[in-house]
């Protein structure tokens, strides 16, 4: 039987290390937890900053509640720098070390930079990935510049470009695929959406990368397209992806690259022999580990919900004291958004699906539950302002049901089978 903890160290003061550490709290853990944050805020929640707060109906500030008995020391500001294994020790920005009995890795992802570095540093390119990023952003949107021009085909290209309607300004969406929204929704339920985004005053440009961008001094004054047209802006976002922050773990022998940090079942980081690391976890956006709903293959889920749920599932194994009293990490992904007066949610995950079918309403009607398959199962369900059916979905492919599932409901009509 391992020792319990008497020190943990959480590395990421974000809903995850947050999350986490209520439920060591809620469990009894009395002894000594510090949360370690690169950013000088306190964890605050993410989803609101492409929304509200660029609406400008809150600010910023987006502080997550904390119990008032958490009795956690907070290093914020000071971004851990090294890990040491063997030591068990973790080194921070301003040189101090923090030995721990169990650590907790959240660190997350950080918005991926645009790629030119001289572009990037002129006035008026912005990218959102954190509360400091909203703010300034959103005072950008509150003057009223030309032209927003947005870069990226995923959520949060579309949710800012529907932020950005609803203050009547004019926006650009430049997206480098086909279809938007392809590797989440689908091709299907993508188009749909381009669709309404178009319909809602979206200059939706698809297949579209931008070779330059031109300046007026040290501001953004106009991008220039790889097909040569120039269109003139003053305000333009990168939401071209992220990167996961692993970089200070080089040097510890932790299994982690540009995919995230390797765990196991039970969240349990990796060394690079596949052996596991001694009282390292990790958990949210940087973890990499493998979803039994999908053979184990390994996966890294940026959701809210798989955040907190990893969190907690670390936090109870952190106290178990060895594996065999430890749960694995079973999460089914979800993902929801809301954009041009649509509310879009995810169970599961489509990546892979070579079927598609809607089962409830119809793409016409911009109304309905779609389930997606794979190899005759069940692999993920998305539904548009119509999620009263999602529940049963979510139950099929947990239930890893043949695909379509389902096909008595008395609101179906004839389920058409297609490619995703």
Request: glycine content about 10%; hydrophobic content about 45%.
């Amino acid at each position: 039987m391992t020792a319990r903890p008497e020190r943990i160290v959480v590395v990421g003061a974000s809903l995850a290390g947050l999350a986490a550490a209520h439920r060591l709290r809620e469990r009894g853990f009395a002894g000594s937890l510090t949360l370690v944050g690169d950013e000088p805020h306190l964890p605050y929640d993410r989803p609101p900053l492409s929304k509200q707060v660029l609406r400008g109906l809150c600010t910023a500030d987006t502080t997550l509640p904390r119990h008032p008995d958490l009795r956690a020391e907070f290093r914020l500001g000071r971004p851990a720098t090294r890990l040491d294994p063997a030591a068990r020790t973790v080194e921070l920005g301003d040189g101090s070390r923090l030995p721990y009995d169990r650590l907790l890795i959240a660190t997350g992802t950080r918005a991926r930079p645009w790629p030119a570095s001289e572009e990037a540093a002129l006035d008026g390119v912005f990218t959102l990935r954190g509360r400091d990023d909203a703010r300034r952003l959103g005072a950008r949107l509150q003057a009223k510049p030309r032209r927003v021009v947005l870069v990226g085909g995923g959520f949060i290209g579309f949710e800012m470009a529907s932020t950005c309607r609803d203050l009547r300004l004019p926006v650009t969406l430049l997206v480098r695929d086909a279809v938007p929204l392809a590797a989440a929704l689908g091709p299907r339920l993508g188009g749909l959406v381009g669709e309404v985004a178009r319909e809602k005053g979206v200059d939706l440009r698809l297949k579209t990368e931008i070779e330059r961008m031109e300046a007026e001094g040290d501001r953004l004054a106009a991008v220039t397209l790889k097909d040569g047209e120039r269109i003139e802006t003053d305000c333009l976002v990168a939401a071209i992806g992220t990167l996961r922050n692993v970089e200070w773990l080089d040097g510890s022998g932790l299994e982690a690259d540009a995919k995230g940090l390797r765990c196991d079942a039970f969240c349990r980081a990796l060394l690079r022999d596949g052996s596991v690391a001694a009282g390292v976890f990790a958990a949210g956006d940087v973890a990499r580990w493998p979803n039994p709903h999908d053979d184990d293959a390994l996966v890294a889920v940026e959701h809210w919900g798989n955040a907190r749920a990893q969190a907690e599932t670390v936090a109870d194994n952190m106290l178990a004291g060895d594996a065999s009293a430890m749960r694995r990490h079973d999460h089914l992904p979800d993902f929801w958004s809301q954009q041009f007066g649509l509310t879009i949610k995810l169970v599961g995950l489509t990546e892979g699906a070579d079927a598609f079918a809607v089962m409830h309403g119809s793409l016409e009607e911009r109304r309905l539950v779609a389930a997606f398959g794979r190899d005759g199962r069940t692999i993920a369900a998305a539904s548009i302002d119509s999620a009263r059916w999602l529940p049963a979905y979510k139950a099929a492919i947990r239930e890893r049901a043949p695909f379509p599932p389902i096909g008595d409901a008395l609101d179906q009509t004839r389920i058409r089978v297609q490619d995703p």
